[in-house]
């Protein structure tokens, strides 16, 4: 699924279809099309951007500590690894 | 069940459930039925920090120039937050310790435990700082009315909760007549009570500091008392963690990834653990009334408070399975995040987690190739 300029695409429910880069987790491109939500330690150990994950594969930069359904990622320290679909907790 | 120190029995604590099993025995942690407590335990001692580094001189003429009614706010936050570090410094060790059955559980709450006793010295170091005697501060904390009407509720379900481990501990199961009053003694009233206990820990951890926190940084918003916010700063950074263990003790009882009998416990007593979160925004929202009824301070009122209280309830509580009750959907103070951000987080460089300074980062296996770019 991956674009010919190696972008993957994070489609938000309820919002917009952005594209992220390789370098930068969920949340920096979340921040970075202006779009708010909840975090506090940025390092996976609080738990407060916890969203749902929809469709599609993450892959984690730091081992998340706080507690995440099967279902759940913290977008504060993983990146997309395919194409996804999440839902946030603004 | 008699508690004892060394358990001489024989046990396998992969099996064993977090609590109300065998008493641990050898604290040995090269396997851990939850690695999540093992791993909490090294992110928070990687988080070790002492008060003293942290430079609160400059916040005694700040505090000089604050009108009364901020004086009031500061000094009322410092006071409840020593409160609730009084209680945490040594409640989780009582309440929780005799009865824990896995050696990287018991590690853990000590380690949580020991933290809070940083806080309430960093509480001593602050007001050192304002005061040339800061008795008539502490002292207050237990004269207080406002405070405690808090500090009732908070330990309310620990000394139940402790009450009755003793009961149990000395009596063992059955009906106990003490002082004229009787106690019901099971090991289901003992589960109902760990229960409602964690989760009275929890919304504190989850909400009860958030008041104080949101007070602090709104005075460094405005560039005033800045070293008393870059100890607050250090203090969220651990309660972070601490509330992240307790939302996940919470969830693995409710998934049933634990004791089977506990999950249960979790659905009948779920009404039951939403009544003490909803409490505690309540009590959290009377908070920010004394705090601000001598007036406000810039950037921060009681409504916009108490906005963030259900804000932030709504999160937490959907954290441990109870649902969103408030309908407030976007943050009311978005710069709170940056305060609560664990990079922003200023410490000495040794105490701080640079990779650099972290044990074990030094390769010890060196090959030849390692060396091809040195030129002699």
């Known amino acids: 699924m991956t674009k010919p300029d190696g972008n993957l695409t994070i489609h938000v429910v309820d919002g917009e279809a952005i594209s992220t880069s ?14 708010d939500m909840l975090f506090h330690c940025r390092e996976g150990f609080c738990g407060a951007c916890r969203s749902r994950l929809i469709k599609g594969e993450v ?24 194409d996804i679909e999440i839902e946030i907790n603004q | ?63 000089q120039k604050l009108t009364e009614s901020e004086k009031h706010i500061f000094i009322s936050n410092l006071k409840y937050q020593t409160l609730l570090d009084s209680v945490q410094g040594r409640s989780p060790n009582i309440a929780f310790l005799p009865l824990i059955s896995l050696p990287e559980l018991e590690t853990w709450v000590e380690t949580w435990s020991f933290f809070e006793t940083i806080h309430s010295r960093s509480y001593t170091h602050i007001l050192r700082n304002l005061f040339s005697d800061p008795s008539e501060i502490f002292e207050d904390i ?22 009755a481990t003793q009961l149990w501990q000395t009596l063992g199961e059955g009906t106990h007549t003490v002082n004229g009053e009787r106690h019901l003694i099971t090991m289901r009233e003992l589960k109902k009570k760990m229960y409602l206990c964690m989760n009275s820990v929890n919304a504190l951890e989850a909400i009860r500091f958030y008041v104080s926190f949101a007070c602090t ?18 203090i969220a950074r651990d309660e972070n963690l601490h509330l992240s263990s307790t939302q996940t003790i919470l969830n693995l009882w409710a998934k049933g990834k634990d004791d089977p009998e506990m999950a249960e416990i979790a659905e009948e007593c779920k009404e039951e653990a939403s009544h003490i979160f909803l409490n505690a925004v309540e009590q959290e929202k009377q908070w920010a009334e004394y705090l601000f ?9 009681k409504d916009i408070l108490c906005q963030y209280i259900e804000y932030i309830a709504n999160h937490r509580m959907s954290a441990i399975g109870l649902g969103q009750p408030f309908e407030i959907k976007s943050n009311p103070l978005p710069w709170m995040n940056n305060y609560l951000n ?19 980062q030094i390769d010890s296996s060196v090959s030849e190739e390692d060396f091809a770019d040195f030129e002699l």
């Not at chain 2, 940084?217 to 250090?234: H, T, V, Y």
């Not at chain 2, 664990?342 to 074990?360: F, N």
Request: proline share 4%; net charge negative.
């Open chain 2, 293 to 301: 009824a001598n007036g406000s301070m810039i950037g921060l009122n």
């Open chain 2, 217 to 234: 940084f709104a005075f460094a918003e405005r560039k005033l008392m800045e070293g008393n916010s870059k100890i607050i700063r250090l």
């Open chain 2, 342 to 360: 664990s990079d922003h987080v200023q410490v000495a460089p040794q105490e701080s987690e640079i990779s650099s300074y972290l044990v074990g």
């Open chain 1, 59 to 82: 892959e984690y930069t730091t081992d998340p500590l706080a507690f995440i359904d099967d279902d759940e990622i913290l977008p504060c320290c993983c990146k997309a690894a395919s």
């Open chain 2, 142 to 163: 237990v004269m207080n009315e406002e405070i405690k009407r808090r500090a009732a509720d908070i330990s309310k379900y620990y000394d139940d909760l402790i009450f």
């Open chain 1, 22 to 35: 390789h370098d930068e987790t969920i949340l920096e491109t979340l921040e970075k099309a202006n779009i």
């Open chain 2, 1 to 63: 069940m008699k508690y004892t120190t060394f358990n001489q029995k024989s046990t396998n604590p992969l099996v064993e459930p977090m609590f109300f099993g065998n008493p641990v025995n050898v604290a040995r942690y090269d396997q851990q039925k939850h690695a999540i407590f093992e791993k909490l335990i090294e992110k928070q001692i990687s988080f070790f920090w002492r008060p003293e580094e942290v430079d609160v001189s400059k916040d005694r003429v700040d505090f």
